[in-house]
């Protein structure tokens, strides 16, 4: 919520919106770059790791935030930028300033190929060459990202030391830890090779997808670097050490690290990325459950900000049945803004575009900023989010898809959310309970969790036939996600329906 009418977000915003976060039930809130920044890519570009930027608010907003997030019972996360700052941060203007420089090594440089061009083929994720020259020093700088945001150099330990020091200033304040950006990304390989061709790139697609990264991210000394700060955080009772990696599934499972040195949860986006149908999901269920690694607790994700929201990509009706699946299975949930709500995709203008990825590739096939429209909260002008013009966007039906209008109905896409989660807090089977696939036939994903709870999911829209085991039918229902008062278990699950159901003692 913006509190001062300039159309963003900030502190004191999301502050006076704390007690929607207890009524829903969530037990944390994870915050997107809040440090100084020159916005480049919407504070992504970090030019001072322990200061607030003054769009967001101040250090004593931030104060007040916390204390008042604790007081509620709330755990608060920050987004840790590690692998990149701005090209505005004192660090990088020392390092540019001469090759001399006591902090040139604190950033990637390297000579010119002999042709004059970058030192290799490395792409940036945001379109074009990962390198720039620096015409005052003859040398080019590496940036996975924009060239306002040069990588920091991991393997010198003078920025490992700088980073754990920063993570200690915001744990001394009492964060309760910290989302890891592109962690997968903080050591490239020391030989700086070419990275191979990708075999499966066809014109038009991204420029990142040219090449398989295989040297310039997921470097086997990476898993060093994260043993470290995983101490730093291990120097402080009850924090959490999360990681953003996109990473095919046996790599991810290294991120947990030997004898639990990694992250505690390496985000897992599969639900992300997987088309949606019963069987594929199952399968991946499975697949991740069998892949984790002894004491490696599971997490599971269905949108966030850089990828479309998951109405967008299911539709109102199936993301229901999409809370009902990620607030039941085994492992930690994460909830992204506005899914309580059913927000979906969001038109953007070319000339309302803000994505430096989309501005940067006109062509790329998703803008960030339809996933990252402002949370609609009344059918106020500005959707109660700001009394100003929001910085982006509403969607179309902002005036009945705010939390105000659906909190007073029963069946609406915030009280299934609000009831998943009292659910899961009473049942402590959905919390810490094993997971165990069941055959319920076509089109459906069936589990149990522990010895007293069943979910049956149909993740189409057709009727579908119950082929359940002994004793599920006489079950009592807990929830619909349709929000329907149903008293049996049906012998045919309609379209679009979910169940959670108390098992009978005796039940197979």
């Keep these: 919520m913006d509190s001062d009418g300039d159309g963003i977000g900030d502190l004191d915003g999301i502050r006076q919106r704390l007690d929607h976060l207890v009524e829903l039930g969530v037990g944390a809130l994870w915050l997107s770059p809040i440090f100084a920044s020159p916005m480049a890519d919407f504070g992504y570009d970090v030019a001072d790791y322990c200061a607030i930027d003054p769009l967001f608010g101040d250090m004593a907003a931030f104060d007040a935030l916390l204390t008042e997030a604790h007081g509620r019972g709330l755990k608060l996360l920050l987004d840790f930028v590690p692998n990149h700052s701005s090209d505005q941060h004192p660090w990088f203007a020392e390092s540019r300033s ?77 964060v309760d830890g910290f989302r890891v950006d592109v962690i997968w990304h903080l050591i490239k390989d020391a030989g700086l090779r070419d990275n191979p061709p990708n075999p499966g790139y066809a014109p038009g697609q991204p420029d990142i997808q040219r090449y398989l990264q295989l040297h310039s991210a997921d470097q086997p000394e990476v898993h060093e670097v994260i043993a470290e700060l995983r101490g730093v955080i291990e120097e402080y009772d009850g924090r959490l050490l999360i990681g953003e990696i996109y990473l095919p599934l046996e790599r991810l499972m290294t ?31 499975d697949e991740y459950e069998a892949a984790l690694p002894p004491g ?9 900000h850089d990828q479309p929201r998951i109405a967008a990509r299911v539709g109102e009706a199936q993301a229901r049945i999409a809370a009902m699946l990620l607030l039941t299975l085994r492992g930690t949930p994460t909830l992204y803004y506005g899914d309580e709500i059913g927000i979906a995709d969001v038109t953007i203008l070319p000339d309302q575009a803000q994505d430096p990825a989309a501005i940067n590739e006109p062509g790329a096939s998703f803008n960030r900023d339809r996933a990252r429209s402002p949370m609609q909260w009344s059918p106020d002008p500005g959707g109660g989010f700001s009394n100003g013009e929001p910085w982006l966007p509403l969607t179309t039906d902002w005036q009945t898809r705010n939390v105000a209008s659906q909190a007073d109905e029963d069946a609406s896409m915030l009280a299934l959310h609000r009831a998943l989660l009292r659910l899961r807090q009473a049942e402590p089977t959905l919390r810490s309970g ?75």
């Design 98 to 174: 001469s090759r001399d420089n006591p902090r040139r090594d604190w950033y990637i440089w390297h000579d010119p190929a002999p042709d004059g061009g970058p030192p290799n083929n490395w792409q940036s994720n945001f379109g074009g060459s990962a390198w720039t020259l620096d015409e005052a020093t003859g040398q080019y700088y590496h940036h996975a990202f924009l060239a306002a945001q040069p990588d920091l150099n991991w393997r010198n330990p003078a920025v490992r030391a700088a980073m754990a020091d920063t993570l200690r200033f915001w744990l001394d304040k009492g």
């Design 255 to 285: 991120y947990y690290g030997q004898d639990n040195a990694g992250v505690h949860l390496p985000f897992n986006f599969q639900l992300i990325q997987a088309p949606w149908h019963a069987g594929g999901i199952a399968a991946l269920i």
């Design 296 to 304: 490696g607790w599971p997490n599971w994700v269905l949108s966030n």
């Design 434 to 508: 094993d997971y165990r696939r069941v055959d319920a036939g076509e089109g459906l994903l069936a589990y149990r969790r522990g010895p007293t709870i069943a979910v049956v999911l149909n993740l189409s829209s057709e009727a579908r036939a119950l082929t359940l085991p002994t004793g599920w039918q006489d079950a009592d229902i807990l929830l619909t996600a349709s929000g329907a008062d149903l008293a049996r278990v049906p012998d045919m699950l309609p379209g679009d329906e979910g169940l959670v159901l108390r098992l009978p003692e005796m039940a197979a």
